[in-house]
């Protein structure tokens, strides 16, 4: 497939029964503001949807090219959660068993009882950092996570979800360098237990060997521009990240930036933020969801820990309403699931991860569909950035 959405060059490959998905692609340049991005659906075992277009830079001069990466911010947590569920799978814990008897220190402040399952549903009460963060901070593995361990909840763990942003990602990473034989943080776990095996290029922790020209410069925004756009945003979230004291702006705002784009600066792409700095080819996301969607061992997690990653939601005792975002959301091991408000997939066995920006990628079990999409120009959602709901909603249209 060779279009142009008026200037702007757009490629890739879609099979006959998904044109209307590339059809979607060129509409998003031409009415919704794309700027650069990329698409990919794997459909029972088969790419079907392999598109890029637009310009990899802020000045619109680079093409996006074939192996373009680009930072899909949240949307990382998904493929930790691949991590998470491989160590699963191989043995290295079970998903209820309590956090801190892998980790002894994390049961200071009444939280000896917070269970790994519990953890992966934003229940724990974890959701800030104790302090603004630098990305000398987060290379500094063993100061992060003794400062992690002791932090208090903000709410009873268990009873209530909210999102922990950044710091799921690093508590993630410590149960997987405290279990895993060889010590491992969970972007070398990733790297090497999946990356690796299935010629995946997606990074937790960009390798210095990665040329710049790869990656794809973000198009952020600050908080002026936030300002202008507060109508794309949930208004009980806004007012709560207007309040430099709230918890949702200490579990969001938590990093020495002016703007979210800059986690893409070489500074910060080099450390491991597994809750939101991944980097990697949008194809290789959607592949690996297509994976975990069908009934391959690929990834090398086995049919009853995909099966867990597949069953509904529980719902805490306290309700769905998240108490950072402020909105109804399901989690589980890990992902965001499927509720009213935000339908993906076609039941409730499908299970992803939204990112900052638009980005999303997921994985329905039954239709046996991967899917993946990633923008660099920055929309302002919580999820269903209108860029990647239409590409989302051709998807299924074409499945009939």
Same mark, same amino acid.
């Given at each position: 497939?060779?279009?142009?959405?008026?200037?702007?060059?757009?490629?890739?490959?879609?099979?006959?029964?998904?044109?209307?998905?590339?059809?979607?692609?060129?509409?998003?340049?031409?009415?919704?503001?794309?700027?650069?991005?990329?698409?990919?659906?794997?459909?029972?075992?088969?790419?079907?949807?392999?598109?890029?277009? @637009?310009?990899?830079?802020? +000045?619109?001069? #680079?093409?996006w090219? %074939?192996?373009?990466?680009? $930072?899909? =911010?949240s949307?990382?947590k998904?493929?930790?959660?691949?991590?998470?569920?491989?160590?699963?799978?191989?043995?290295?814990?079970?998903?209820d068993?309590?956090?801190?008897?892998?980790?002894?220190?994390?049961?200071a402040?009444?939280?000896?009882?917070?269970?790994?399952?519990?953890?992966?549903?934003?229940?724990?009460?974890?959701?800030?950092?104790?302090?603004?963060?630098?990305?000398?901070?987060?290379?500094?593995?063993?100061?992060?996570?003794?400062?992690?361990?002791?932090?208090?909840?903000?709410?009873?763990?268990?009873?209530?979800?909210?999102?922990?942003?950044f710091?799921?990602?690093?508590?993630?990473?410590?149960?997987?360098?405290?279990?895993?034989?060889? @010590?491992?943080?969970?972007? +070398?776990?990733? #790297?090497?237990?999946i %990356?690796?095996?299935?010629? $995946?290029? =997606?990074?937790?922790?960009?390798?210095?060997g990665?040329?710049?020209?790869?990656?794809?410069?973000?198009?952020?925004?600050?908080?002026?521009?936030?300002?202008?756009?507060a109508?794309?945003?949930?208004?009980?979230?806004?007012?709560?990240?207007l309040?430099?004291?709230s918890?949702?702006?200490?579990?969001l705002?938590c990093?020495?930036?002016?703007?979210?784009?800059?986690?893409?600066?070489?500074?910060?792409?080099?450390?491991?933020?597994?809750?939101?700095?991944?980097?990697?080819?949008?194809r290789?996301?959607?592949?690996?969801?297509?994976?975990?969607?069908?009934?391959?061992?690929?990834?090398?997690?086995g049919?009853?820990?995909?099966d867990?990653?597949?069953?509904?939601?529980?719902?805490?005792?306290?309700?769905p309403?998240?108490?950072?975002?402020?909105v109804?959301?399901?989690?589980?091991?890990?992902?965001?699931?499927?509720?009213?408000?935000?339908?993906?997939?076609?039941?409730?066995?499908?299970?992803?991860?939204?990112?900052?920006?638009?980005?999303?990628?997921?994985?329905?079990?039954?239709?046996?569909?991967?899917?993946?999409?990633?923008?660099?120009?920055?929309?302002?959602?919580?999820?269903?950035?209108?860029?990647?709901?239409?590409?989302?909603?051709?998807?299924?249209?074409?499945?009939?």
């Amino acid at each position: 497939m060779t279009r142009d959405a008026g200037a702007i060059p757009v490629r890739g490959t879609v099979a006959p029964e998904f044109e209307a998905v590339g059809d979607v692609f060129v509409e998003n340049f031409a009415e919704r503001g794309e700027r650069g991005a990329a698409c990919a659906v794997y459909y029972q075992g088969e790419k079907v949807v392999d598109l890029w277009g @637009g310009y990899r830079d802020r +000045e619109r001069t #680079e093409p996006w090219e %074939a192996d373009t990466m680009v $930072l899909v =911010f949240s949307a990382t947590k998904g493929m930790a959660a691949m991590a998470v569920a491989h160590a699963r799978s191989a043995g290295l814990f079970d998903y209820d068993d309590r956090v801190a008897r892998y980790w002894p220190a994390f049961g200071a402040h009444g939280k000896s009882d917070v269970t790994i399952r519990e953890l992966l549903a934003h229940r724990a009460g974890l959701p800030a950092p104790p302090h603004e963060l630098s990305a000398a901070d987060v290379a500094a593995t063993e100061t992060l996570a003794d400062s992690l361990a002791e932090l208090e909840p903000e709410w009873s763990p268990g009873q209530e979800h909210g999102y922990h942003a950044f710091t799921l990602g690093w508590y993630e990473s410590e149960l997987i360098r405290r279990t895993d034989p060889r @010590g491992r943080t969970l972007g +070398e776990y990733f #790297e090497e237990e999946i %990356a690796e095996p299935n010629g $995946l290029e =997606f990074y937790i922790g960009v390798p210095t060997g990665v040329p710049d020209e790869r990656i794809a410069e973000i198009d952020g925004f600050g908080p002026l521009k936030l300002l202008f756009e507060a109508r794309e945003i949930p208004w009980q979230f806004y007012r709560a990240l207007l309040n430099p004291r709230s918890l949702s702006r200490r579990s969001l705002d938590c990093f020495d930036l002016d703007s979210p784009g800059n986690l893409a600066s070489p500074e910060y792409r080099r450390v491991e933020i597994p809750g939101g700095n991944g980097i990697g080819r949008v194809r290789d996301i959607a592949r690996a969801y297509g994976e975990l969607a069908t009934d391959s061992s690929g990834l090398g997690i086995g049919r009853n820990t995909r099966d867990e990653l597949a069953a509904p939601a529980a719902e805490p005792p306290a309700g769905p309403r998240d108490v950072i975002l402020k909105v109804d959301a399901a989690y589980w091991l890990g992902y965001s699931k499927p509720l009213p408000g935000f339908q993906f997939g076609t039941g409730p066995s499908a299970f992803g991860a939204p990112g900052a920006g638009g980005s999303f990628a997921f994985a329905d079990p039954d239709a046996e569909l991967g899917f993946a999409y990633a923008p660099n120009r920055m929309g302002f959602r919580i999820r269903d950035d209108p860029r990647e709901r239409a590409l989302r909603e051709a998807v299924y249209d074409c499945l009939g």
